[in-house]
């Protein structure tokens, strides 16, 4: 995904999602309707969208897994946690170019 559309797709995120990254990325607290993030202490946090945990980072870094549930929603969610791109064609999931089957797998350095 070329530079131009990162940047749409920033300007175009959630005011919840944004807020949901802000808290993920820097270890807060948030929750607000179908979405949470949960501290667990100075390095640990993880994002939920309707009780799964679809992302958490630790020590060993930062992880994702769609938990089964290829939405739109849990997409969005992800989507640019750690500057990474998901997209979907024909019902498959990419991150970054890569076919993703929704499995756990550690993103970012």
């Known amino acids: 995904m ?9 300007f175009t995120m959630r005011k919840i999602t944004r807020n949901a990254h802000y808290a993920f990325m ?8 179908n979405t949470e993030v949960r501290q667990h202490d100075e ?4 994002l939920y969208l309707h009780g799964n945990e679809i992302a958490w980072m ?5 992880f994702i897994n ?5 939405t ?3 997409k969005e969610r992800l989507n ?4 990474i791109t998901i997209h979907q064609h024909d019902f498959q999931w990419f991150v970054d170019g890569k076919r993703w089957d ?8």
């Not at 390095?43 to 993880?46: G, N, Q």
């Not at 630790?58 to 930062?62: E, M, S, T, V």
């Not at 769609?66 to 290829?70: D, E, I, R, V």
């Open 2 to 10: 070329n530079t131009l559309k990162i940047k749409a797709f920033c």
């Open 26 to 33: 820097n270890r807060q607290n948030f929750k607000r309707d």
């Open 43 to 46: 390095v640990s946090a993880s």
């Open 58 to 62: 630790d020590a060993n870094g930062i």
């Open 66 to 70: 769609h938990c089964g549930w290829a």
């Open 72 to 74: 739109s929603t849990t």
């Open 80 to 83: 640019n946690l750690c500057g």
């Open 102 to 109: 929704g499995s756990t797998l550690r993103i970012g350095n």
